[in-house]
């Protein structure tokens, strides 16, 4: 099993930036990718960014390209999410996922069902 901690979340004005952290612990050697999720008030939770866990390939939503970056560190086992040029629509409780290469066969990496482990979750309120 693998156990998550996301972190940083706050309160930012519209315009400025925050930085995630989703700290892995467990049997992190099965991971296979690490995803980020937003879920807003009445929404659905929808896929935000992921990466694979050697950081050799990642793939991030249309909405928050280009404004939001993600990364990992192997050495911490932590995957970040560097978000600029926030806007009051990104916000949402982030969640961060992994999923093993096995348990992600049958899904997409957009889809919450390909991932079988998930942080608490933190806030980030933008304001505008």
């Known amino acids: 099993q693998v156990q998550l901690v996301e972190n940083g979340g706050g309160l930012v004005r519209a315009g400025g930036s925050l930085k995630l952290s989703c700290v892995a612990s467990?049997?992190?050697?099965?991971?296979?990718?690490v995803g980020w999720f937003r879920q807003a008030p009445g929404r659905e939770r929808e896929f935000v960014s992921t990466i694979s866990w050697t950081g050799s390939s990642t793939y991030t939503t249309d909405s928050v390209k280009g404004r939001f970056a993600i990364s990992v560190d192997l050495a911490k086992s932590t995957v970040y999410l560097q978000m600029n040029n926030l806007k009051s629509e990104d916000t949402a409780v982030y969640y961060c996922?992994?999923?093993?290469?096995?348990?992600?066969?049958?899904?997409?990496?957009?889809?919450?069902?390909?991932?079988?482990?998930w942080g608490q979750g933190t806030q980030v309120t933008v304001s505008s």
């Open positions: 467990g049997r992190t050697f099965t991971t296979y990718a």
């Open positions: 996922a992994v999923t093993s290469r096995t348990y992600f066969r049958g899904s997409h990496y957009w889809e919450t069902r390909a991932y079988d482990y």
